[in-house]
Each structure stands twice: as C-alpha cells, then as structure tokens.
C-alpha cells in the first residue's frame, strides 16, 4: 500500500502525521507499518474495555458489532486507500478493525468455555485455531483480489479490501447469529465435574473487578506476553533467516559462491514454503496444546512450552552453523505450533484459575499482553539485528544473538508460570453478587429449550452445513500451505 500513485513522488521528506493527510505523494513502508500496530494495539484494548459489557450482552451482539467493525473498518480502509488518504486507513484498518477483532476474538471463547467444562482446552482449541486458520485462506484471497483488480500494473489494494470487508462481515453475521449460551449451571450428560483433581481448577466465579488485581492474572499476563513476544520474533525473521543463514547450501552450493538469478529465486521459495508451514503448525498447535491441556493441566502445558521453547531457541543457532535445514525447519515449525498453543490455552487457564462466569471479560483484559507483545516485539527483534548490523556482524549471524535473548524471555514466563497458585478464598464472589451477575445476562433465559436438544446430541443438516463452511475453506488453506512447503523439499 505504499506505492499507489504512479510517478508520484515518496513521502520521505513529510514526517509522519504530515503523511497522514498527504494526498499527493507515496506513503512510506514505515509509515503503513503503523496500521498493523495500532490494528494490535486495537485489538487488546477494545476487548480490555468491553469484555465485561459483552459478558452482560451476550456473544450475539457483541459478534454481530465485531462483524460491522471489522468488515466496516476494511471498506473504510479501502475507500482511504482509493482517495489516498492515510488516515482514514489508519482509523478503518487500524482502529475499528481492531476493535472487531477484539470483541470477535473473545465472544466465541466465552461461549465455548460455558458450553464444555469438561474440555475447555479443546473447545478453546477449536475456536482460537480458527482464528489461525481464518489467515491461511484469507490470505490468498486478499492476493487473488488484488490481483483481479489490478490495474496498470497496479495492485487493486482499494478495491480488494471493500470487498474483503463486505465478505467478512456476511460471514461473521451468520456465525454471530449462530451463537447460543448454555444456561446458568450447564452440565454435558453424564458429567459430573467430580473428576477435577488439581487444586487450580475452581468451581467458584472471580468478578472481573478483582480478578485483574490478583498476582494470578498479572503473573498469565506475563506468561502470554512472553510467550507471544518469542513467537513474534521467530515468525518476523523466519524466512530472511532461513535464506541468510542457509543460503546456497539449501542448493546444495558451497558458502561464498555467487548465486544466479535463478538460484536466488530457488532459495527465496523454499523460505515462502517455510512461511506456508509456519502457518499450518500455528494453526494445529492451537488445537493439539490446548487439548492436551485439558490431560495434564494447563499449568504443565505452559512448563512444557517454555522448557522446550528455550532448548529449540538455543539450538537454532547451532543448527544453522551445522547446516542442518531439514532439523531447523522441524525446530521452528515445533516452536510455532506452541506459540498457537499459547494463545488456544490460556482461556482455559484463566476458567481455571478464576471460573466460568466473567472469563470472557478477564480474557479480554488479559488480552493486552498481545497488544504489548506485538508492539515491543517487533521494534526488540529490529533494534537488536540493527545493532549487530551496525557492529559489522555478518548476515548469517545477527540472528543468534537475537535467539538468545527470546530464549531469555522465555525463561522469565517459566518462572512466573512456576509462581501461578489458586485464588485466595476472599477473591471469589458470593452467592448473592454471583446470582446479582447472572441477572445480568441478556441471552440466557431465551436459550433453555434449545439446550435440551443440544444434550440430547442433536446435529441434523445445520450442523453438516455449518460445519462444511468451516471446514471446506479450513482445508483449503491448508492444502495451499502444503503446496507451499512443497518448495522445501
């Protein structure tokens, strides 16, 4: 997007909110990159504010508002994009898209949680991976469509996002209108919830209030952020340091050779098939880890992710003087399958640690460990690389460094997770401010003859449909990230 008037000049010389309003010359790379961070900056900050409202209104309306703004937010974002006006992208793409994805981030999480308290991990699993799997395909769409309206040699970018917005927002609708909520109390058949063995596992409710001042919600904060700030790292730099470090021996072609055209173009392939299956494991991880959580807890989940995080992050470096391509691939794709695993987990954690009742409201405010991550991560990984870039370090090297210390931040998230314990008694709500929250609910007593069906295991056409419009576009994606590995082998 920042090349979109021919022959117009750059807007190098303007500073940045001079670019905002600049109509007549080309906005800068630097300048664009905003938009993703205040996209992410967004996104924690709207679901921090309005989880507790959406706990109160209920899944549908908050689905359906996340539905207008993210679909709203991209037409508007290619209208600024079609009249050149930075700012209006900005308040399409980045402000309002945010808050889309916030509030359509956690109403489905909540709902899922309440509807299977015996396999929060899996129901968060399957949520949160279709968020991961939502970029597989949407992907190559928004290429296609660029590509379709392509003009003069001109990507149609403007084009491309209205009608990406329009096509979000019938989707997210039908899935919003889709939502129901289990009633007060709701059991799957035959579950007794008598199997619960960890002491972190409550059957008692934390009101939003308290539960964001407790040292158990600051110290998963941290455990995300740092789990979330790794993984960032590893995903900006995967494919330059896959083509950096490895070069011509991906070819077979010994170091310092001069490589052809041809060759350059080899490499850059094979390092756009590690991107493909960087983003198939993200998106399996998600559904593997969390319901794994749900056998060994999810306290042991995140033991697991950081121990063996820090052992892969400090093996890269190795791997790659070695030469090792086909086990360095293997390492990143294992350590991008727990980052996914982070994000479909800590749900659950926090139902855990906290309860059912406001989890998608606490999600919400924990959510801006996400926020912090993608702002800091990414300025960490570049001031570190320019640093070393500065020093003289070669190419093939300024990542070990930089491997080292997200090894290092790891470690920190080890150690808070080590400290996470139960609530104490004092936090929990009562049964008078639990029945005054309940009453609250807007959805809940509409729902109690649908739930009769549900537990009987009804599924009929609805279910075969609805399932095909997840699952149809789901494999797609990932048979285009399987053609794009392919390059790797």
């Given at each position: 997007?920042?090349?979109?008037?021919?022959?117009?000049?750059?807007?190098?010389?303007?500073?940045?909110?001079?670019?905002?309003?600049?109509?007549?010359?080309?906005?800068?790379?630097?300048?664009?990159t905003h938009i993703f961070e205040t996209f992410i900056a967004m996104l924690g900050i709207s679901a921090a504010i309005w989880g507790g409202w959406?706990?109160?209104?209920?899944?549908?309306?908050?689905?359906?508002?996340?539905?207008?703004?993210?679909?709203?937010?991209?037409?508007?974002?290619?209208?600024?994009?079609?009249?050149?006006?930075?700012?209006?992208?900005?308040?399409?793409?980045?402000?309002?898209?945010?808050?889309?994805?916030?509030?359509?981030?956690?109403?489905?999480?909540?709902?899922?949680?309440?509807?299977?308290?015996?396999?929060?991990?899996?129901?968060?699993?399957?949520?949160?991976?279709?968020?991961?799997?939502?970029?597989?395909?949407?992907?190559?769409?928004?290429?296609?469509?660029?590509?379709?309206?392509?003009?003069?040699?001109?990507?149609?970018?403007?084009?491309?996002?209205?009608?990406?917005?329009?096509?979000?927002?019938?989707?997210?609708?039908?899935?919003?209108?889709?939502?129901?909520?289990?009633?007060?109390?709701?059991?799957?058949?035959?579950?007794?919830?008598?199997?619960?063995?960890?002491?972190?596992?409550?059957?008692?409710?934390?009101?939003?209030?308290?539960?964001?001042?407790?040292?158990?919600?600051?110290?998963?904060?941290?455990?995300?952020?740092?789990?979330?700030?790794?993984?960032?790292?590893?995903?900006?730099?995967?494919?330059?340091?896959?083509?950096?470090?490895?070069?011509?021996?991906?070819?077979?072609?010994?170091?310092?050779?001069?490589?052809?055209?041809?060759?350059?173009?080899?490499?850059?392939?094979?390092?756009?098939?590690?991107?493909?299956?960087?983003?198939?494991?993200?998106?399996?991880?998600?559904?593997?880890?969390?319901?794994?959580?749900?056998?060994?807890?999810?306290?042991?989940?995140?033991?697991?992710?950081?121990?063996?995080?820090?052992?892969?992050?400090?093996?890269?470096?190795?791997?790659?003087?070695?030469?090792?391509?086909?086990?360095?691939?293997?390492?990143?794709?294992?350590?991008?399958?727990?980052?996914?695993?982070?994000?479909?987990?800590?749900?659950?954690?926090?139902?855990?640690?906290?309860?059912?009742?406001?989890?998608?409201?606490?999600?919400?405010?924990?959510?801006?460990?996400?926020?912090?991550?993608?702002?800091?991560?990414?300025?960490?990984?570049?001031?570190?690389?320019?640093?070393?870039?500065?020093?003289?370090?070669?190419?093939?090297?300024?990542?070990?460094?930089?491997?080292?210390?997200?090894?290092?931040?790891?470690?920190?998230?080890?150690?808070?997770?080590?400290?996470?314990?139960?609530?104490?008694?004092?936090?929990?709500?009562?049964?008078?401010?639990?029945?005054?929250?309940?009453?609250?609910?807007?959805?809940?007593?509409?729902?109690?003859?649908?739930?009769?069906?549900?537990?009987?295991?009804?599924?009929?056409?609805?279910?075969?449909?609805?399932?095909?419009?997840?699952?149809?576009?789901?494999?797609?994606?990932?048979?285009?990230?399987?053609?794009?590995?392919?390059?790797?082998?």
């Amino acid at each position: 997007m920042s090349k979109l008037v021919p022959g117009a000049p750059s807007c190098e010389q303007l500073g940045f909110f001079a670019q905002l309003f600049a109509g007549s010359c080309n906005w800068t790379v630097p300048a664009v990159t905003h938009i993703f961070e205040t996209f992410i900056a967004m996104l924690g900050i709207s679901a921090a504010i309005w989880g507790g409202w959406l706990e109160h209104a209920g899944p549908r309306k908050a689905g359906f508002i996340a539905a207008l703004c993210w679909g709203g937010g991209l037409v508007i974002g290619g209208i600024g994009v079609s009249m050149h006006q930075l700012w209006l992208t900005f308040l399409g793409c980045g402000v309002l898209g945010g808050v889309g994805q916030g509030l359509g981030y956690i109403a489905p999480v909540s709902t899922l949680i309440k509807w299977f308290p015996d396999r929060r991990g899996l129901a968060t699993g399957f949520a949160i991976m279709g968020y991961g799997g939502g970029a597989m395909i949407g992907a190559p769409i928004a290429v296609a469509l660029m590509g379709h309206f392509a003009h003069g040699g001109i990507p149609g970018v403007a084009s491309a996002l209205m009608v990406l917005g329009a096509i979000y927002f019938l989707a997210m609708s039908a899935g919003a209108f889709g939502f129901r909520v289990p009633p007060n109390g709701w059991k799957p058949a035959g579950w007794t919830g008598s199997t619960t063995t960890s002491s972190l596992i409550t059957s008692r409710h934390v009101h939003l209030d308290r539960a964001w001042k407790t040292p158990q919600f600051w110290l998963i904060w941290i455990v995300l952020c740092m789990n979330v700030t790794a993984g960032i790292g590893v995903i900006s730099m995967a494919s330059p340091m896959f083509q950096e470090v490895f070069g011509g021996r991906l070819l077979g072609i010994g170091a310092g050779t001069a490589l052809t055209v041809a060759q350059k173009a080899s490499i850059a392939a094979a390092a756009a098939g590690l991107v493909g299956l960087i983003s198939l494991f993200n998106s399996l991880g998600r559904i593997f880890w969390a319901s794994t959580s749900d056998f060994i807890g999810r306290k042991n989940t995140y033991i697991v992710f950081f121990v063996l995080g820090i052992a892969l992050y400090c093996s890269l470096p190795t791997l790659g003087h070695m030469g090792l391509a086909g086990v360095f691939v293997i390492a990143v794709c294992v350590i991008l399958s727990m980052y996914g695993g982070g994000f479909s987990t800590v749900p659950a954690y926090l139902a855990d640690i906290f309860g059912t009742q406001m989890v998608g409201a606490i999600h919400g405010r924990l959510l801006t460990a996400w926020s912090a991550a993608g702002i800091a991560g990414p300025f960490l990984i570049a001031a570190v690389r320019e640093a070393q870039l500065n020093a003289g370090v070669a190419k093939n090297l300024v990542y070990d460094r930089t491997l080292y210390i997200l090894a290092g931040l790891l470690l920190v998230g080890l150690i808070a997770n080590l400290m996470v314990r139960p609530v104490k008694e004092a936090h929990h709500m009562t049964d008078e401010e639990l029945t005054r929250e309940r009453s609250l609910q807007h959805e809940a007593p509409h729902i109690a003859a649908n739930v009769e069906q549900a537990a009987r295991g009804s599924f009929g056409i609805v279910g075969v449909v609805a399932w095909a419009l997840v699952g149809i576009p789901f494999l797609i994606g990932v048979w285009i990230a399987l053609s794009k590995a392919a390059a790797l082998f």
